[in-house]
């Protein structure tokens, strides 16, 4: 919040028509400020997980054409598991199928869904039914 009010300010004496020494003077000691400030902020988390013991969690991953599925959809910590569920006419990329939060609230892996080189469709399903024939469909 700070941070926005010491930017607000440093913005409109820079914006300001009057750019008399004063002035500059002012910026550059706001500037200061918020450097400063921003510095404090920094600090905090590194700060609180040493003295409190707070861990940084993972939010769910995004994937595009698709969807990640986690152990927990809420409050992921470190070493949670999340694999890839991708749309219909899509496949998860190998390598990148499966991921852990790591320390510090990022993944190991990013997960990835691309288009399929080949699908092939049809085939015999049992015994009893289905039919032998199938059919093979190219991308590229």
């Known amino acids: 919040m700070y941070c926005i009010l010491l930017f607000m300010l440093i913005f409109d004496l820079v914006n300001s028509a009057d ?27 590194p700060t609180f997980a040493k003295r409190y013991g707070l861990v940084k969690r993972c939010t ?14 809420y409050d992921i910590k470190p070493n949670t598991k999340c694999r890839v569920v991708c749309n219909a006419g899509y496949i998860a990329t190998a390598g990148r199928i499966e991921t852990r939060c ?39």
């Open 19 to 45: 750019s008399s020494p004063y002035n500059q003077d002012k910026i550059q000691e706001l500037e200061n400020r918020l450097s400063k400030l921003e510095k404090i902020v920094e600090d905090l988390e």
């Open 60 to 73: 769910v991953p995004q994937v595009e054409h698709g969807f990640a599925q986690c152990d927990k959809t």
């Open 102 to 140: 790591k320390n510090g609230g990022e993944w190991s892996v990013e997960l990835k869904c691309e288009v399929p080189l080949v699908v092939i469709g049809g085939g015999e399903i049992s015994d009893s039914s289905g039919d032998r024939s199938f059919e093979v469909i190219d991308f590229e």
